[in-house]
C-alpha cells in the first residue's frame, strides 16, 4: 500500500505546528516532566547532556552533537533516562522486608539508587546491609566452591560500556568459564550468526551518512520512530535529497507515517511524511515476500549480474529454489499478493543504490538468522554492498549491545567476534598469560534452563530482567529460585532481585557509565566507538561496574602474580587495542567528542568480504512452514511502546495513542467480529489468556500486536532461532470476544 505523498495544497492544509491535536509525542511537555522530576539535581544532569555519550540507544551522539548531521541531538528516550543517573541513594533499609515492597518496576525504581551490598539469606525476610569486604569474601568463597561449568555471567545493555563488557568476559574466562553472555542475544544474535557467515563481519556495512541521498532506504521489522528517534531527523533530511522510504511490517507503524521533527523548522511545522511505501507482510512471512522479491528480479533481468558473479558466491542455487516456489505459496507464506512482491522488486531493482536495515521483527523468530540471510541475498542481488550510499544495516535498539560480542561477552565468541575454539582460546591464553576455555558456553537464554535444571550454583547479573524479558515468567521465576547463589549487579533494583533465594541473594551497587572511574566508550550502530568521560558523582559504596567484576575475580581466585591486569579503566582500553585489532585508536580517546569508526565508512569496500575468498557466501534458505490459519487463530506479535527495554515510561504510547494492554487489530478483522474500538477481548493459547482492548490499527489482516512484557506469559521459551538463540516472541492465539 502506497502512502501517499501530499501535494503543496494539500500539504499547507496540513500546517499543524509540532503537530498540535494529532496523536504524537508532546515533546516539550515531556521535557518539562523531566525538568520536574530531575529537579535535585539539574546541574549534573545538564554535565551528562553536554558531555556525556547518550546511554539510551545506540544511534550515537556524544554531549549534544553527533557525526551525522550538524544541529542539536537529542530525544526523549535519553531525557526520560536522566533520572536514573540523577536520583539519590535509596535507603539501605529499603528492601528490609520484601513481602511489603511494591512488584511494579516503575514503583521500585521510585526507591532510588541501589548504594551498598545488600545480602538476604534463605528464610530472611528482606535484604541487610553489608560490606563490599564480605560480599566479595561470600562470593570468592562460593565461587571456588564450585567447578567452572557451573558458574555463569550475564550483562545487560543498559548503559554498559565496552570496558564493562570485556571485563565481564575477563572474568569469566579467568575462572575457568565461557558461560558468559550479553543482552545482544535476546535481540540480534540471528543477525551476528547470518552476517558473520555472508559476509564475515556482523556490523552495519554502512553508516548513517549513507542514508542521505541512496535512492532507497527499506526497514524490514524495524520501528526506528521509536527505537532510535532521532532518525527521523536524518529520514526527513534523506527525503529532501530524494530518497525512498519503504516499510516492510505487519503494521504501518505511525512514526514512520507521519513524525514531527521538533528540532527542524520544516518538519515542526508541517510534519515530515516519511513512508513513501509500506508492504504489508503477515508476521514471519518475510522469507517468502523476499523469495517472491527475488524471483521476479531473476525474471525481470533486475539482478546485479556483474556484482554477484564477482563477488558471491551461492546465487544459483538461490535463484533455482525461488523459480520452484509458485505465486500461490508465496502469497500465502508472505500475506501479500504476489503484484506487490513484484513491485517491490521493481522498485529496487531500478534503483542504483540501496540501504538495508532490519530490527527484532526479522530476528525474533525461529527462523531469524535465515530471515537475514535473506535480507543479504537481495542486497547482494543488487549489488547494494561496500560503496557510497549502499549498506546492510541491523539497527540496535540499545546504547551498548553493538560492542557486548565484539568485546567477547559473548558464550560463543571471544573478544574480536572471534569463534570459539581450540585455535582462538590458545591465542587468547597467550594474550592473557591464564588458560582460556575451549568450549562454547551457555546462551543467556541456556543459562536459566541451566537454572532450572539445579545446573548452576553462581550465577551472576550484571543488570536485565530475567523476569520481565524472558516468555514465561513463572518458569524464570522458578528458575532464578532455584540458583544457591545469584548475584545482580545493578544501578536499580528490579522485581527479579526480590525472588525468594535458594541460599542466598547479592545486590551489588554500581555506578552509571558515567560516574565509573576513568571514563568509558560505547558502539555505535555504525561502528562509531565514542568515548564519554567520566563525570564524578558519588552514590553511597556504588562502584565502577568493570571494577566490581575484576574484584570478584580476585577475591576467587587471587592472584598475587598480578597477570589479570586491567587495573584503571584506561589500561582496560590500553589492553582492548592489543587483543581486538580492529578496536586500535581505542586507548586514544580521552574527551567528549573523541571517536572513531571502526573498518572506516564501508565494511566490505568494493564488494570485497573478509570471507575465506573474499566473496559474500549467499545460502538458500528452506521457506518456513506454510500452514492455513483457520479464522479464528491470529499471529500476534508482541512490542515496545513508550518504554525502554523493560522500563514503561507511560500507559499510552503517544505514537499511536495505544494503552498498555491494547491489542492492535485490523479493521476488517475487527468488523467480522462487530468488535469496536476500546472493546474488551481475550487471546489465549495453551500457555495462558490476556485480557486486551481492541486498538484499531493499519496492521495486516490475521495479525495482532500487545505489549512487551506483558504479553510474555502468551511466548512459547522452548521456540528459538537455530542460528543465535533468540526466543520467537510471536504466537499463534485464539481470541475471545466478551
Ligand atoms: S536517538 Fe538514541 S542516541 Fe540519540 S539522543 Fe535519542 S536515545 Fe540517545
Redesign the pocket.
Known amino acids: 500500500m502506497s502512502c501517499p505523498r501530499p501535494t503543496f495544497g494539500q500539504r499547507l492544509a496540513r500546517l499543524s505546528p509540532f503537530g498540535i491535536g494529532h496523536t504524537k509525542p508532546k515533546h516539550f511537555r515531556d521535557m518539562l516532566k523531566v525538568v520536574w522530576s530531575n529537579r535535585d539535581n539539574l546541574p549534573y544532569a545538564w554535565k551528562i547532556l553536554t558531555r556525556g555519550v547518550?546511554?539510551?540507544?545506540?544511534?550515537?551522539?556524544a554531549g549534544l552533537h553527533?557525526w551525522t548531521i550538524k544541529g542539536t541531538?537529542?530525544?526523549?528516550?535519553?531525557l526520560n533516562?536522566l533520572r536514573l543517573n540523577t536520583m539519590p541513594a535509596m535507603a539501605p533499609d529499603a528492601l528490609a522486608d520484601v513481602a511489603s515492597l511494591p512488584r511494579d518496576n516503575r514503583d521500585l525504581r521510585a526507591l532510588g539508587r541501589l548504594a551498598y551490598p545488600l545480602r538476604r539469606r534463605k528464610g530472611e525476610p528482606g535484604f541487610t546491609r553489608i560490606s563490599w569486604d564480605d560480599a566479595l569474601a561470600s562470593i570468592g568463597q562460593k565461587i571456588r566452591a564450585t567447578t567452572p561449568d557451573r558458574l555463569a555471567f550475564f550483562v545487560t545493555s543498559r548503559g554498559v560500556t565496552n570496558e564493562i563488557y570485556y571485563l565481564a568476559q575477563k572474568a569469566a574466562r579467568y575462572l575457568g568459564t565461557n558461560h558468559v553472555d550479553n543482552a545482544a542475544r535476546l535481540c540480534h544474535s540471528p543477525s551476528t550468526a547470518a552476517m558473520k557467515q555472508t559476509l564475515g563481519i556482523s556490523a552495519s556495512t554502512c553508516g548513517y551518512s549513507d542514508w542521505f541521498g541512496t535512492d532507497v532506504i527499506v526497514f524490514f521489522g524495524s520501528n526506528p520512530a521509536n527505537d532510535?528517534?532521532?532518525?527521523t531527523k536524518y529520514l526527513h533530511l534523506a527525503k529532501k535529497r530524494g530518497t525512498k522510504i519503504i516499510i516492510v511490517n505487519p503494521y504501518l507503524e505511525p512514526g514512520m507515517q507521519r513524525y514531527w521533527v521538533p528540532s527542524n523548522l520544516d518538519s515542526a511545522l508541517f510534519g515530515s511524511d516519511l513512508c513513501d511505501d509500506w508492504y504489508a507482510v503477515s508476521q514471519g512471512g518475510d522469507i517468502a515476500f523476499l523469495y517472491g522479491v527475488i524471483k521476479h528480479l531473476d525474471a525481470a533481468g533486475l539482478t546485479d549480474t556483474t556484482f554477484l558473479a564477482e563477488h558471491t558466491t551461492g546465487w544459483e542455487d538461490i535463484v533455482t529454489r525461488a523459480r520452484t516456489l509458485d505465486w500461490p505459496l508465496l502469497e500465502q507464506a508472505a500475506g501479500l499478493p504476489a503484484g506487490r512482491m513484484i513491485a517491490f522488486a521493481e522498485l529496487i531493482g531500478h534503483a542504483k543504490t540501496g540501504v538495508f536495515v532490519w530490527s527484532m521483527g526479522i530476528t525474533q523468530h525461529p527462523w531469524g538468522a535465515d530471515g537475514v540471510r535473506m535480507v543479504l541475498n537481495t542486497a547482494l542481488a543488487r549489488g547494494f554492498i561496500g560503496r557510497d550510499q549502499c549498506g546492510v544495516m541491523p539497527i540496535r535498539g540499545h546504547?551498548s549491545v553493538q560492542g557486548g560480542a565484539e568485546m567477547g561477552a559473548y558464550a560463543t565468541a571471544f573478544p574480536g567476534g572471534l569463534a570459539v575454539n581450540e585455535t582462538n582460546a590458545a591465542n587468547l591464553t597467550a594474550h592473557y598469560g591464564f588458560e582460556i576455555p575451549a568450549w562454547e558456553g551457555l546462551a543467556a537464554t541456556e543459562m536459566v534452563e541451566a537454572c532450572h535444571r539445579g545446573e548452576l550454583d553462581v550465577f551472576h547479573m550484571v543488570g536485565g530482567n530475567f523476569l520481565r524479558t524472558l516468555p514465561d515468567p513463572d518458569y524464570v521465576a522458578e528458575a532464578l529460585q532455584r540458583v544457591p547463589l545469584r548475584i545482580h549487579q545493578d544501578i536499580i533494583v528490579t522485581d527479579q532481585m526480590l525472588l525468594d533465594p535458594s541460599d542466598e541473594v547479592i545486590l551489588l551497587p554500581a555506578q552509571t557509565r558515567y560516574e565509573q572511574d576513568d571514563g568509558g566508550t560505547e558502539t555505535?550502530t555504525e561502528r562509531r566507538v565514542m568515548f564519554t568521560p567520566e563525570i564524578p558523582r558519588e552514590v553511597g559504596e556504588t562502584r565502577a561496574e568493570w571494577k566490581i567484576l575484576r574484584d570478584i575475580a580476585l577475591a576467587a581466585k587471587p592472584d598475587p602474580a598480578g597477570v589479570f591486569g586491567c587495573t584503571t579503566g584506561q589500561a582496560v582500553r590500553e589492553e582492548i587495542a592489543r587483543v581486538v585489532p580492529f578496536y586500535d585508536g581505542v586507548q586514544h580517546l580521552r574527551k567528549t567528542g573523541d571517536a572513531f569508526q571502526y573498518g572506516g565508512p564501508h565494511l566490505c569496500p568494493g564488494g570485497v568480504c573478509p570471507t575465506s575468498d573474499g566473496k559474500a557466501h549467499l545460502a538458500t534458505i528452506d521457506l518456513p512452514p506454510v500452514g492455513g490459519r483457520p479464522d479464528h487463530v491470529f499471529h500476534v506479535s508482541t512490542r515496545r511502546g513508550k518504554q525502554f527495554n523493560t522500563l514503561i515510561y507511560a500507559e499510552i504510547d503517544p505514537l499511536n495513542n495505544a494503552p498498555r494492554d491494547a491489542v492492535l487489530m485490523n479493521a476488517d478483522d475487527a468488523a467480522k467480529r462487530h468488535l469496536k474500538q476500546g472493546d474488551t477481548v481475550t487471546l489465549h493459547n495453551p500457555l495462558g489468556r490476556y485480557n486486551a482492548r481492541v486498538h484499531l490499527a493499519p496492521i495486516a489482516p490475521g495479525n495482532l500486536q500487545i505489549h512487551w512484557p506483558e504479553g510474555n506469559h502468551l511466548i512459547d521459551r522452548t521456540r528459538k532461532d537455530a542460528g543465535g538463540g533468540v526466543p520467537d516472541y510471536n504466537a499463534l492465539v485464539e481470541l475471545e470476544t466478551a
Open positions: 547518550c546511554d539510551g540507544c545506540a544511534l550515537g551522539v553527533d541531538h537529542l530525544c526523549m528516550t535519553r533516562l532510535q528517534p532521532v532518525s546504547s555505535s
